[in-house]
């Protein structure tokens, strides 16, 4: 099969293969399991019994926003009528050069206002306070410009709840998201942190800041992500809830609990996977201090975003995904493998380092091996080609069973139109996108090894507006 | 009726899961007097909790007594229900709890404070003026709170006694709910909080100095020479706050 290559190589990555995706099979029967006890959980539950609820925790959602004046009134809009007792809006002016905050100050009647607050996290200045006088759970912070993180960080020290709910600015939160994603809260003490399902707004009818009817993108690139989004969250994010908790809440929809993140001293300046980095900490520290540490995912509350419809902005977002990875994995090095930190460290720390920062490597070394093995005559081509075809058709199974439970779970692409597409991308993911994925995790992952700590910027179609680049960050 | 029929059947399924559905379709169909308080006793705690949810509709006093008990269940998915449906009946919870106070422990005794706070009948005041010397400084704290809410010469004077407590909670319990019963003779006990080293304690002294008027203010001014840099600094953010800003506005 292969001339020349040592024994113990060939077994080293068979070996490495075959527990990779056992541990695959796993997770998704977790997953299974997860979502048929969840479904079973949640059948007709009266969450509107909630909003009436004098118990329920207050809920505060800090949303960063920088040069967003086009966007802003339309994000604030959605996050006002979303359902939940006691909640307090933070939109937090990151130092915008553009017109965000008059565009505030002027259609929400904000007034300055004078809390006495305790600074308990690092940020930047913050210039002014300011509560609506029309929409009195609407507060305002503007301050200088620090990047997201540093945003949060203020928007954490402000806030009131006993709860944080971080966002990205672009994301559309449904109206029962937060009634969904409070859940894990009121069932257990231990729960620090929880994230709630992203999905991919892309092509999708949005009016007023609602999905109104989803659409399977009918170009390729948004189309596949709608696939790789549906298996990590349904499938991966789900199956983690059963093998010991996550190790990532998306920073586009997370809840935090507050006192918890306060303690561990908010979001770290100099990452750019600060919200994976905050996880870390948080379940380490609960080992390290004895206070709540289980991070959990619940599959039904949904926000929606936009993913990226160009090779250049994807490849930024999934280089800089990766570099965060490293980041996180190389700061938090000293768990893995230890008992004092349970599951963290003996189990989800050293998983994730085989199955999400390794194999982007593994396969380009491995598809350039087999190239110049083949020709050289060292690989068998029929041998190489049958392997290829099994190591994908996997890929391709896992996939299929993803987009099962989606249908079977919570559904959301009712037109057969949609579900066709989403057969296709699902077929097409492996032949090109999956390489282009590896080759930009590769990328990240020598930047970040060069000490390349930029954002990138991300274009944005928005959801009613004409295109218009737009730095996310300016470090 | 054959629905009504079916939810019952199911409430006594062995399955979890079709009990649970059973209680929330007898729930949302507003019946199951005969079915579902037994289930209260359940092994399961989502079936549990949500039959203490269905009893928020429910006046009998074995149910309310059946929900003070589960104050005591050691899954917080069931407290969280319990708590929720006993504030929701209000008045037929008060005897019942101002007999349970004295004699609950631990988490109970805790979540039992909570409800008495935010019930804050005048029945309460004095269980929870007794447990204001109880050893956990969480139940002084919440015991403090009640009082705070219920009000009375008399209760200032026993909260007043936790603002030398040794543990700051109860302290800044103590500010608060003088703040709120507007004991304006206990601001010169309350001063100097201004320079006690937990942060918490500081603000709630501060404001409800602020909450006593003139005499309160009098005081703040005074502190504003305070040695101490902390209490200084407290006592200018207060006086610097515009006159129209409430004390709820604080917290």
């Known amino acids: 099969m292969i001339v020349g290559l040592p024994w113990w190589v060939a077994w080293t990555v068979l070996l ?13 029967g977790a997953a299974c399991v997860e979502l048929r006890t969840h479904k079973r959980r949640i059948w007709h539950e009266r969450r509107e019994r909630l909003l009436g609820s004098r118990v329920a925790p207050r809920l505060s959602m800090l949303a960063p926003a920088f040069n967003e004046e086009a966007t802003v009134l339309e994000s604030v809009r959605s996050l006002l009528t979303l359902s939940y007792p006691s909640l307090e809006i933070i939109v937090i002016n990151d130092g915008s050069g553009d017109a965000t905050l008059d565009v505030l100050r002027r259609e929400f009647d904000l007034a300055p206002i004078h809390p006495i ?57 449904e109206p029962d998201g937060l009634l969904r994603m409070v859940r894990p809260f009121l069932t257990r003490e231990d729960i620090v942190a929880v994230g709630g399902t992203i999905r ?72 750019v996977g600060e919200d994976m980095e905050l996880i870390a900490h948080l379940r380490r520290r609960g080992y390290e201090h004895g206070g709540p540490r289980r991070v959990e995912f619940v599959p039904d509350p949904v926000a929606w975003t936009e993913v990226p419809e160009t090779l250049r902005v994807l490849g930024r977002q999934r280089d800089r995904w ?47 091996g087999a190239a110049v093995g083949i020709a050289v005559g060292a690989l068998d081509a029929s041998f190489f080609l049958t392997f290829a075809l099994v190591v994908y058709g996997y890929g391709l199974v896992l996939n299929a069973i993803s987009l099962m439970l989606e249908e079977l779970t919570f559904p959301r692409y009712p037109r057969l139109v949609d579900r066709v597409l989403l057969v296709l991308w699902m077929t097409l993911e492996n032949i090109g996108y999956r390489q282009l994925r590896s080759l930009w995790a590769i990328r990240g992952i ?16 928005g959801f009613a507006l004409a295109p218009s680049e737009i730095p996310l960050e300016a470090r | 009726a054959g629905l009504i029929s079916r939810a019952e059947r199911w409430c006594t399924s062995r399955r979890w899961w079709r009990r649970l559905r059973g209680v929330r379709l007898l729930g949302l169909l507003g019946r199951g007097d005969d079915v579902v308080p037994r289930l209260l006793h359940d092994a399961n705690p989502d079936v549990r909790a949500e039959a203490a949810a269905w009893a928020a509709g429910s006046r009998s006093p074995a149910v309310v007594e059946r929900l003070l008990e589960l104050l005591e269940d050691p899954e917080t998915l069931c407290r969280f229900a319990v708590k929720d449906s006993l504030l929701r009946l209000g008045e037929p919870v008060v005897d019942p709890l101002a007999r349970r106070l004295p004699i609950l422990e631990g988490v109970a005794l805790r979540e039992a404070l909570t409800i008495a706070a935010a019930l804050a009948e005048p029945r309460l005041r004095d269980p929870a003026l007794a447990l204001l010397g109880h050893r956990d400084p969480a139940v002084r704290a919440l015991a403090s709170d009640v009082v705070g809410r219920i009000g009375g010469v008399a209760a200032a004077e026993r909260v007043a006694e936790l603002l030398s407590d040794p543990d700051p909670a109860p302290r800044a319990a103590a500010a608060r709910a003088l703040g709120h019963l507007g004991h ?23 404001v409800a100095l602020r909450g006593l008027g003139a005499p309160g203010t009098l005081l703040l001014r005074r502190a504003l020479a305070d040695a101490d840099p902390f209490a200084a600094d407290m006592a200018r953010q207060l006086l610097e706050l515009p006159p129209a800003v409430t004390s709820e506005e604080l917290g």
């Open chain 1, 446 to 461: 020598v930047k970040y090894l060069r000490g390349d700590r930029a954002w990138g910027t991300m274009t944005r179609g």
């Open chain 1, 117 to 173: 607050y305790r600074r308990q996290v690092e940020h930047a200045h913050v210039r002014g306070l300011y509560r609506s006088r029309q929409k009195p759970g609407l507060l305002v912070v503007d301050k200088v410009n620090g990047g997201k993180a540093d945003a949060l960080n203020a928007g954490l020290d402000i806030a009131s709840g006993e709860l944080v709910c971080a966002m990205d600015a672009d994301t559309l939160i």
């Open chain 1, 200 to 271: 991919v707004a892309n092509d999708c009818d949005v009016r007023g800041g609602r999905v109104v009817h989803a659409r399977v993108p009918t170009r390729p690139l948004p189309g596949i992500q709608v696939v790789e989004y549906l298996r990590a969250f349904l499938f991966g994010r789900c199956g983690w809830n059963r093998l010991g908790g996550n190790l990532i809440v998306s920073g586009a929809f997370g809840l935090f609990r507050r006192d918890a993140v306060l303690d561990a001293g908010g979001y770290v300046h100099d990452t």
């Open chain 1, 322 to 368: 990766h570099r965060g990875l490293a980041d996180v994995l190389w700061r938090h090095r000293d768990v893995a493998l230890r008992p004092r930190y349970g599951s963290l460290g003996l189990f989800a720390y050293p998983v994730f380092v085989l199955t999400e920062l390794l194999p982007p490597v593994l396969e380009i070394i491995g598809l350039v």
């Open chain 1, 16 to 28: 490495y293969l075959a527990l990779v995706n056992s541990f695959y099979l796993v997770l998704l």
């Open chain 2, 184 to 206: 304006w003779r206990t601001a010169a006990q309350l001063t100097p909080l201004l320079r006690d080293p937990a942060w918490d304690v500081r603000r709630a002294a501060g």
